[in-house]
Nanobody
Framework: QVQLVESGGGLVQAGGSLRLSCAASGRTFSTYAMGWFRQAPGKEREFVAAITRTGLRTYYADSVKGRFTISRDNAKNTVYLQMNSLKPEDTAVYYC????????????????WGQGTQVTVSS
């Protein structure tokens, strides 16, 4: 397991940007594929973006493609989610997650989760 802590959430106007960070503990960060998920009130947790162990490949939900960018800095044990052109429907708690295997987009496949950071987009 790896311990994860998200930060960078907040309130932003539609069309604005936020950069989320997820700090991981330990020296084995590069072993894990990483993902970002989000959950709005009354809805199930949904996939947002994922990145392979090396950062060579990235994956995005159709709803955020072209607006969000996932990246990682293994030297800093950190994964990022740059969110641009935010929409009110992006409002949710955003979670980072780690998986000690190949990248998937299913929340059930990720073993370690952060506590989440709230992102609220006003219209």
């Amino acid at each position: 397991q790896v311990q994860l802590v998200e930060s960078g959430g907040g309130l932003v106007q539609a069309g604005g940007s936020l950069r989320l960070s997820c700090a991981a503990s330990g020296r084995t960060f590069s072993t894990y594929a990483m993902g970002w998920f989000r959950q709005a009130p009354g809805k199930e947790r949904e996939f947002v973006a994922a990145i392979t162990r090396t950062g060579l490949r990235t994956y995005y939900a159709d709803s955020v493609k072209g607006r969000f960018t996932i990246s990682r800095d293994n030297a800093k044990n950190t994964v990022y989610l740059q969110m641009n052109s935010l929409k009110p429907e992006d409002t949710a708690v955003y979670y980072c997650a780690a998986r000690d295997w190949a990248v998937t987009t299913s929340p059930a496949d990720f073993s370690s989760w952060g506590q989440g950071t709230q992102v609220t987009v006003s219209s």
